[in-house]
């Protein structure tokens, strides 16, 4: 993993100026925004700026009673998979779904997480899925492909590689009546430029057949995984430090604006809240590289994160109206604002810094320990970072041939 230590300093160095002369933003051409206006369509880059590649991944995920193991799995490494998709040169924009399905006659057939770059989120909700129910053989496969291309917020820009990734053990009911079949769901998402990749658990010929089946009318990869998802657990002395910091670094967002932008700002952190009490250490450390990775600061900040909207220039904090600001800020002098900013900002870069130096501790003991198993490359995050190493490399990303976990 690379970690830019240069450029953090670099960060730490200017981010004071930044927040203290407001006026350089507009000077470089960014128009300050009204009151509370920040939105997603502010973080877009300028015309004259190459957008980064982005990444948008959905997971439809089987979440009958047989597939607990896989679950447990999904919930300990969905940060290490979101940490190896953020190693690509350039680091990309990364946005994740879910679909939990389960079958007709279960508590639900599908449940949607949409595709979100708020990462926290996604994962509280993963959170709370249970294995439970099925039992018949065959589950609702159709349904959750189709909700998987169709339910989600797939952009259309060019330059985004956009990936499914189907993982079951049982094989799609064809018997119910007017439900349209995978064949047919797999040529839309072709259309789309969606790529569907197909990841079996456990050995049953049938899904076999048809998992083989998706992957090849898809274009995409045959993956197959123990019944308990083929996880390789390491835990480390780094990971109870490294969610400190993470936690530490959560302290230092300043979240702005009104009306939904405040709904969405306590949303975030009660998601954030959730997964300090409840992930496990080695969850939260993953969650800690991620974060201070450059592909990570959108999952971290959000859209009305008023350390970074200022540092980065897209909000000149003088021209926020003080009720639009958190109470102890709407209090401050503009100077004071300022000088609270700054520090922010000064913190959350020597936090990011130390995050990168443990996480290259962390990376050598988990190396070490995989060595001496002999357990390299044959579980489901390096299997999924295989994937997504070639087939990214369509739309420019570029990954090292071995995954970090």
């Given at each position: 993993?690379?970690?830019?230590?240069?450029?953090?300093?670099?960060?730490?160095?200017?981010?004071?100026?930044?927040?203290?002369?407001?006026?350089?933003?507009?000077?470089?051409?960014?128009?300050?925004?009204?009151?509370?206006?920040?939105?997603?369509?502010?973080?877009?880059?300028?015309?004259?700026?190459?957008?980064?590649?982005?990444?948008?991944?959905?997971?439809?995920?089987?979440?009958?009673?047989?597939?607990?193991?896989?679950?447990?799995?999904?919930?300990?490494?969905?940060?290490?998979?979101?940490?190896?998709?953020?190693?690509?040169?350039?680091?990309?924009?990364?946005?994740?779904?879910?679909?939990?399905?389960?079958?007709?006659?279960?508590?639900?057939?599908?449940?949607?997480?949409?595709?979100?770059?708020?990462?926290?989120?996604?994962?509280?909700?993963?959170?709370?899925?249970?294995?439970?129910?099925?039992?018949?053989?065959?589950?609702?496969?159709?349904?959750?492909?189709?909700?998987?291309?169709?339910?989600?917020?797939?952009?259309?820009?060019?330059?985004?590689?956009?990936?499914?990734?189907?993982?079951?053990?049982?094989?799609?009911?064809?018997?119910?009546?007017?439900?349209?079949?995978?064949?047919?769901?797999?040529?839309?998402?072709?259309?789309?430029?969606?790529?569907?990749?197909?990841?079996?658990?456990?050995?049953?010929?049938?899904?076999?057949?048809?998992?083989?089946?998706?992957?090849?009318?898809?274009?995409?990869?045959?993956?197959?995984?123990?019944?308990?998802?083929?996880?390789?657990?390491?835990?480390?002395?780094?990971?109870?430090?490294?969610?400190?910091?993470?936690?530490?670094?959560?302290?230092?967002?300043?979240?702005?604006?009104?009306?939904?932008?405040?709904?969405?700002?306590?949303?975030?952190?009660?998601?954030?809240?959730?997964?300090?009490?409840?992930?496990?250490?080695e969850a939260l450390a993953r969650r800690a590289l991620f974060n201070a990775s450059a592909a990570g600061e959108a999952s971290f900040a959000g859209d009305h994160e008023l350390v970074e909207a200022v540092t980065s220039g897209r909000v000149a904090l003088d021209t926020i109206a003080a009720d639009a600001l958190p109470a102890p800020l709407?209090?401050?002098?503009?100077?004071?604002?300022?000088?609270?900013?700054?520090?922010?900002?000064?913190?959350?870069?020597?936090?990011?810094?130390?995050?990168?130096?443990?996480?290259?501790?962390?990376?050598?003991?988990?190396?070490?320990?995989?060595?001496?198993?002999?357990?390299?490359?044959?579980?489901?995050?390096?299997?999924?970072?295989?994937?997504?190493?070639?087939?990214?490399?369509?739309?420019?990303?570029?990954?090292?041939?071995?995954?970090?976990?």
């Open positions: 993993m690379k970690h830019p230590l240069p450029a953090l300093a670099l960060f730490a160095a200017t981010a004071v100026a930044v927040v203290l002369y407001p006026d350089l933003a507009s000077h470089a051409g960014t128009t300050p925004k009204a009151p509370g206006a920040a939105n997603s369509a502010s973080r877009q880059a300028p015309p004259a700026v190459r957008q980064r590649p982005r990444i948008e991944v959905v997971f439809a995920l089987d979440t009958t009673g047989s597939m607990g193991g896989l679950i447990h799995a999904a919930k300990d490494k969905i940060w290490s998979i979101a940490a190896s998709m953020a190693q690509a040169d350039p680091a990309p924009e990364i946005r994740m779904g879910l679909v939990a399905y389960r079958d007709r006659g279960d508590e639900y057939v599908t449940r949607v997480v949409d595709l979100s770059s708020d990462l926290d989120s996604m994962y509280a909700a993963l959170m709370d899925f249970r294995a439970s129910g099925g039992g018949d053989g065959p589950e609702a496969v159709n349904q959750a492909l189709a909700d998987a291309v169709e339910r989600m917020s797939w952009s259309g820009d060019d330059n985004v590689y956009r990936v499914v990734f189907l993982v079951g053990d049982a094989p799609p009911h064809m018997d119910y009546q007017g439900e349209r079949r995978y064949p047919e769901i797999v040529a839309l998402a072709n259309a789309r430029g969606i790529v569907v990749n197909a990841i079996q658990c456990g050995s049953q010929h049938d899904t076999a057949r048809i998992w083989q089946h998706i992957a090849a009318l898809a274009q995409g990869d045959y993956i197959t995984v123990g019944q308990n998802g083929g996880a390789v657990a390491v835990s480390t002395p780094f990971d109870g430090e490294l969610g400190r910091l993470a936690a530490e670094m959560d302290g230092t967002r300043v979240f702005f604006g009104a009306g939904d932008a405040h709904e969405r700002a306590a949303r975030k952190e009660r998601a954030t809240a959730k997964l300090h009490a409840a992930a496990a250490p709407a209090a401050m002098s503009a100077e004071e604002r300022r000088a609270h900013v700054a520090a922010q900002a000064t913190k959350r870069a020597q936090l990011k810094a130390s995050i990168a130096r443990l996480a290259a501790r962390r990376d050598a003991y988990i190396a070490a320990e995989l060595e001496a198993r002999g357990a390299r490359g044959d579980s489901l995050d390096d299997k999924l970072y295989d994937t997504v190493r070639r087939q990214a490399a369509e739309v420019g990303l570029h990954y090292e041939a071995e995954a970090k976990h």
